[in-house]
């Protein structure tokens, strides 16, 4: 048995957004696509935060019976969703997420687009088909800044694999740090 490799995702380095990869994010031509993936703004106190819930089971029971003889999955009650806020209003981060720079707080924007989340241990974690939805939150105050809320659904490619913990990818056309 060979020894299995460390995958840690610790610390969000950058987040990386390209087309959506229709053969998935180890598909034929996937790897060589998200190196030309764009960088994005980072996101507000750093972080992504994953929503991937369980599907719902429904037992059977026999009477005065305490366990189930047999158990269901709904395959189609699991979800996998990501969150995150962004504060910075640059006119690029503006047009990503709203398609505009005139965005007006309470009006819901959705793209779709596939996204690289990159840890600072040298892995990422990719999504060949995310869909977001972004809108203007909060107050402008001294502890609490107007900001972009983001929700994306993972949505299955064509073919292939949904989403993947990957290598982080040597991106072209920008600095390495």
Do not use: C
Not at 10 to 18: A, D, R, Y
Not at 19 to 34: F, I, P, S, Y
Not at 74 to 99: H, I, N, P, R
Not at 115 to 143: C, N, Y
């Amino acid at each position: 048995m060979s020894a299995a490799t460390e995958r840690q995702l610790v610390g969000l380095k950058s987040i990386h957004v390209g087309n959506v990869l229709t053969t998935g994010v180890k598909g034929e031509g996937a790897a060589d696509a998200m190196k030309a993936f764009t960088r994005i703004t980072q996101p507000y106190q750093g972080g992504v935060s994953t929503n991937f819930a369980m599907p719902s089971t429904t037992e059977f029971f026999r009477e005065d019976q305490v366990s189930p003889f047999w158990s269901a999955v709904d395959t189609s009650s699991a979800t996998k969703k990501l969150t995150w806020e962004v504060a910075d209003f640059d006119d690029e981060t503006l047009e990503f997420y709203f398609g505009t720079t005139e965005a007006e707080e309470g009006t819901i924007y959705e793209g779709v687009s596939a996204f690289v989340f990159d840890a600072k241990s040298g892995f990422s974690v990719a999504f060949a088909r995310l869909k977001f939805v972004a809108t203007l939150i909060g107050t402008m105050s001294a502890s609490e800044p107007l900001r972009i809320s983001v929700e994306a659904t993972v949505l299955a490619p064509t073919s292939g694999k949904p989403w993947w913990i990957i290598p982080t990818p040597a991106y072209t056309g920008e600095a390495t740090e």
